[in-house]
């Protein structure tokens, strides 16, 4: 499994920063890797809702992420699960699933929060997903991204 977690410490209460992270089609301005172009969303956010998000990945190009809403605990936590399109010539064990959370606790007189995602190693292809993770610096882009998504969460929640 492929992984990374980032966090920061907000000055604003769990209330505050989920309004924010909850605002789902508000992601293309929270999220730091520039990488989230537009959501796709019909309906209020909750537990199974899903949406689509138009991705553009330097190494890989453009394409349309399928999402659905894993978690959905107000205040306290929010996780998706994205599954890129399939190539040419892949069948659903190339499947791969990028899972994204936000965990926010209580801390002192604000809020702690965790940025956390995961790939897991799809059925087949895990071989090559792992060379192109490492070959592209992947997970290092992915953390520096998750590390600017922070920061603008609490810019945009402290101002």
Same mark, same amino acid.
């Not at 399928?66 to 306290?76: L, T």
């Given at each position: +499994?492929?992984? &990374?977690?980032?966090?920061?410490?907000? !000055? %604003?209460?769990?209330?505050?920063?989920?309004?924010?992270? %909850?605002? #789902?089609?508000?992601?293309?301005?929270? @999220?730091?890797?520039?990488?989230?172009?537009?959501?796709? +969303?019909?309906?209020?956010?909750?537990?199974?809702?899903?949406?689509?998000?138009?991705?553009?990945?330097?190494?890989? !190009?453009?394409?349309? &992420?399928?999402?659905? #809403? @894993? %978690?959905?605990?107000?205040?306290?936590?929010? &996780?998706?699960?994205?599954?890129?399109? /399939?190539?040419? !010539?892949?069948?659903?064990?190339? $499947?791969?699933?990028?899972?994204?959370?936000? /965990?926010?606790?209580?801390?002192?007189?604000?809020?702690?929060?965790?940025?956390?995602?995961?790939?897991?190693?799809?059925?087949?292809? @895990?071989?090559?997903? %792992?060379?192109?993770?490492?070959?592209?610096?992947?997970?290092? &882009?992915?953390?520096?991204? +998750?590390? $600017?998504?922070?920061?603008? /969460?609490?810019?945009?929640?402290?101002?």
């Amino acid at each position: +499994m492929w992984e &990374a977690s980032e966090t920061i410490d907000v !000055g %604003a209460p769990p209330e505050a920063v989920w309004a924010v992270v %909850a605002d #789902i089609e508000g992601h293309t301005r929270l @999220a730091g890797s520039g990488e989230v172009k537009a959501i796709r +969303m019909s309906g209020p956010p909750g537990l199974g809702t899903r949406f689509e998000g138009d991705i553009e990945v330097g190494v890989v !190009g453009s394409f349309v &992420a399928q999402c659905e #809403i @894993a %978690a959905w605990d107000p205040p306290s936590r929010l &996780a998706w699960k994205s599954w890129p399109p /399939l190539d040419e !010539g892949e069948t659903s064990d190339h $499947q791969i699933e990028v899972n994204w959370e936000f /965990l926010l606790t209580p801390h002192g007189e604000g809020t702690r929060v965790e940025h956390r995602f995961s790939v897991p190693p799809p059925k087949a292809g @895990a071989e090559e997903l %792992a060379d192109f993770l490492e070959r592209t610096n992947r997970i290092d &882009a992915v953390r520096a991204g +998750m590390r $600017q998504t922070l920061e603008n /969460l609490r810019v945009a929640v402290e101002s």
